[in-house]
């Protein structure tokens, strides 16, 4: 996905496909210290379920990156993205062990604008959950 997409080759309805993010729990810790967010829920499973979680979870915002990731890749230029919003829906649970959590994102090209841009909507799960909905990005392509 490195190759910087044309407006040309881009069709409304056209699908990207998925791509999975595998989250661990030294992802999360990673995150805290450059996000700055250290809430126990995202690092301390003790923590996490004394607060009714079912165990660590991972940062809204960390979610929202990997789809910014998503669109970023897919596009091969990160100052392509102009917009970008979704809304949290469900949790990614990430267990303690070598596994962790998968966060898979797809997306579809929903509109194709006039202006070179497109808008792009992403479907992000974790398992059987929607973890963003309302996710879209609006991708200025050459």
Do not use: C
């Amino acid at each position: 996905m490195a190759a910087t997409v044309k407006y040309d080759e881009v069709e409304a309805g056209q699908e990207i496909p998925a791509v999975e993010y595998r989250v661990r729990r030294v992802d999360l810790v990673k995150y805290a210290g450059a996000s700055g967010d250290f809430n126990p829920i995202h690092w301390n499973e003790r923590h996490a379920k004394a607060v009714g979680l079912p165990d660590v979870i991972a940062h809204g915002m960390y979610t929202m990156a990997q789809g910014g990731r998503f669109v970023t890749d897919w596009a091969g230029d990160p100052g392509a993205v102009v917009e970008y919003g979704v809304r949290f829906s469900s949790m990614v649970v990430v267990p303690d062990d070598d596994q962790g959590a998968t966060i898979t994102i797809s997306g579809v090209v929903e509109e194709k604008r006039e202006d070179k841009r497109v808008v792009v909507a992403l479907t992000a799960k974790s398992g059987d959950a929607r973890v963003l909905s309302r996710a879209r990005a609006v991708v200025q392509l050459s």
